[in-house]
Every structure is written in C-alpha cells, then in structure tokens.
C-alpha cells in the first residue's frame, strides 16, 4: 500500500473484506493489524466472526486461543437511546434499570 498503514483504514479494509468474502486478503491485512495493534480486540473479533461465517472453526478457535495467550479481551459494546431528552446508555447484558421488567430477569 503506498500510503502509510493506518490502523483504521486497515480496519476499514478488513471489514470490507469480510462483506466480501475476501478470506485470503482479510488474513493478510489481520496479520499487519496484529503486528501494528496486537493489544486491540477489533481484529480478533472480527477475523474470528469472519470464520464463523464460513464455517472455518480450527481457523476461529485459533484466533480465540491467540486473543486469550495475548490476553486480549473483548470490550462489550454499547447502545445509547434518548427518550423524553435524556440518554440511556446500555450493553447487552445491563440489567441496571429500575423499570426493567421482572418477566425478562426470569427469562
């Protein structure tokens, strides 16, 4: 590439490559993102969600036994909703809300 590596249009690049299939180029530009950004949990995620994808389960688990001996872990996303002018900031597993319905803790 000639410009110079830029992590987040590395990233950008990756995800590309996993819209389109492109296994072979996602390795390559996985493999420079890990050299250049090894503590950063977006590349293991998503090289491993891309071999979920097809079906490549030795190449996913590889990636996961990488991430734990380089103990990456992954950072949970977050979701931000505003209702009535105040903003509600949550992740998947929240269950902090006072209104939380007792009928989904029971599920």
């Not at 950008?12 to 890990?34: D, K, N």
């Not at 380089?70 to 996303?77: A, L």
């Not at 006072?98 to 029971?106: I, V, Y």
Request: glycine share 4%.
């Amino acid at each position: 590439m000639p410009l110079k590596h830029d992590p987040m249009v590395l990233k950008t690049f990756l995800g590309a490559c996993r819209a389109c299939g492109e296994i072979e180029m996602a390795s390559q530009v996985a493999i420079h993102l890990l050299e250049i950004e090894p503590e950063d949990h977006f590349t293991y995620v998503l090289l491993s969600h891309m071999y979920s994808d097809l079906k490549k389960w030795e190449e996913k688990a590889g990636v996961k036994k990488m991430m734990k001996e380089r103990g990456v872990k992954k950072v949970p996303g977050w979701s931000w909703i505003e209702i009535r002018n105040k903003v509600y900031a949550f992740n998947a597993e929240d269950r902090s809300h006072p209104e939380l319905s007792r009928d989904l803790l029971d599920d």
